[in-house]
């Protein structure tokens, strides 16, 4: 297993967060993307008890934009939940 990548990925997500909750949305684009690729490296056995992985990346995305107000992300990660999760 590589739990190294998937605690990366997981602080990732919580300074994406911290960056959003600061106001810079570029920022915490940048650091999400970077987030997103790391997890879908990730096979289901690296993926930390439900803490990362594509899915927790992708509601972090739904949860932060419904925040700022963007609704076109709460769609993608409705969506992908339904076909995917």
Do not use: H, W
């Amino acid at each position: 297993m590589n739990r190294p990548r998937a605690a990366k990925g997981n602080a990732l997500q919580l300074l994406a967060r911290a960056y959003l909750k600061a106001g810079d949305v570029a920022e915490f684009e940048r650091i999400m993307k970077e987030a997103e690729n790391l997890a879908s490296l990730l096979t289901g056995k690296e993926v930390t008890r439900g803490q990362y992985g594509l899915i927790s990346v992708y509601e972090e995305y739904g949860k932060s934009y419904a925040l700022i107000g963007v609704n076109f992300a709460i769609t993608l990660v409705v969506s992908f939940s339904l076909c995917c999760g």
